[in-house]
């Protein structure tokens, strides 16, 4: 056991433990999810211990169980004699763990500290109030917001009351074939996603505003009742239903995403925009984009540059290569046909950017993905 290993967080304490085996009712998890463990209770000890007698709370530090604190891996800065920085491998948290994905309770009241990993964390507010840091941005989270953390962004999360809030652990290769699968008819969408997710820069997040939907309520419900039965399949039924939490929260709530493009803006968010490209790709110029929804069209443009890491013609064109690739694949339809069908005017301009794309014509593109 490496030392950052027995620093990490009182999460790891379960992760590298014997996982417990727990066949809970609806109403069994919620008595759980809202009790208060033996770490927890410690660390709400401590933090009103530090708020009533802080001249005192450096001598109250000094008298703790060490040893209880080192077998659980529990953070008390006051003790600390190094910094608190922990990075953690998905080796590190995988390795002796038969599946792609993790859930785990935010213990209240632990001391915030900042940290990053390797794989996927998504921070789920089952209810109450959080406050989070990612890369330096403060954020409050709220019941049903649901905040997307990707690889290597250094974050931290405190919770100083009774509002609960757990996270998923996800491996980078399952996030990417679980969320963006959702999407693979969108390619707008998944272009803005992976451009919020993957670009390195500041601040990268994705927050689903879910609010009170208790349908969104009872999905990560089942989600983590799923993980603790440890059932047959347990690792099948976790990677089909991520996928269905995805696709919820896309239907019901796509036009509901903060990140850190969308935070400031005013007016239509950028999905909502998306959306209507996807809906008018045919045919539609950035100038009828622009004034459908308020903006001159510099701004326009410039707000889907920034937003998505592409120009208007760029996600149109893609879009409609993406619609002509599954005509090709799924139907009989002519090129010339295809052509008229995704908006191009001309066949020799629909050869010749398809060709540029995919290095190949579209009747080469339609033998081999019916080879």
């Not at 417990?20 to 009712?25: A, D, E, I, R, S």
């Not at 209770?41 to 530090?50: A, G, H, M, P």
């Not at 760029?314 to 002519?334: F, G, N, P, V, Y």
């Amino acid at each position: 056991m490496g030392d950052y290993d027995i620093l990490y967080s009182p999460v790891m304490k379960k992760l590298h433990g014997k996982r417990t085996v727990m066949k809970l009712t609806r109403e069994e998890f919620q008595k759980y999810i809202y009790s208060y463990n033996d770490d927890e209770t410690f660390y709400k000890t401590l933090y009103l211990q530090e708020k009533e007698h802080p001249e005192t709370f450096h001598e109250y530090c000094l008298t703790l169980d060490r040893k209880k604190i080192y077998e659980h891996r529990l953070y008390v800065p006051e003790l600390q004699t190094e910094a608190w920085y922990p990075y953690m491998k998905e080796t590190d948290l995988f390795h002796d763990i038969n599946g792609n994905i993790v859930l785990s309770k935010h213990y209240r009241y632990t001391p915030v500290f900042p940290h990053e990993h390797e794989f996927f964390e998504i921070l789920c507010l089952y209810d109450g109030t959080a406050h989070t840091t990612i890369q330096g941005i403060e954020h409050t989270l709220h019941t049903g917001d649901i905040c997307i953390i990707p690889p290597h962004t250094t974050h931290s999360v405190g919770i100083f009351d009774d509002s609960v809030a757990f996270n998923i652990l996800v491996r980078s290769s399952t996030f990417q074939s679980t969320f963006f699968q959702s999407l693979t008819a969108d390619s707008a969408l998944t272009q803005f996603f992976a451009h919020v997710l993957y670009r390195k820069t500041v601040g990268n997040y994705l927050i689903f505003h879910s609010g009170n939907d208790a349908q969104i309520h009872d999905m990560l419900e089942n989600l983590y009742i799923e993980y603790l039965g440890h059932a047959k399949y347990s690792c099948t039924f976790l990677n089909s239903m991520l996928v269905m939490f995805w696709a919820m929260l896309l239907r019901f709530h796509e036009n509901d995403i903060e990140s850190i493009l969308t935070k400031n803006s005013t007016g239509k968010s950028v999905t909502e925009i998306l959306n209507y490209l996807n809906c008018n790709y045919q045919s539609v110029t950035l100038r009828d984009a622009a004034r459908h929804f308020g903006y001159s069209i510099s701004h326009f443009s410039t707000l889907i540059r920034e937003s998505t890491g592409r120009t208007f013609l760029q996600i149109i064109r893609d879009i409609k290569l993406d619609q002509a690739c599954r005509a090709l694949r799924e139907t009989s339809l002519s090129n010339l046909a295809i052509c008229e069908l995704v908006g191009y005017e001309s066949p020799e301009h629909f050869m010749r950017t398809f060709k540029k794309a995919y290095g190949m014509t579209p009747g080469e593109y339609r033998k081999k993905n019916r080879e």
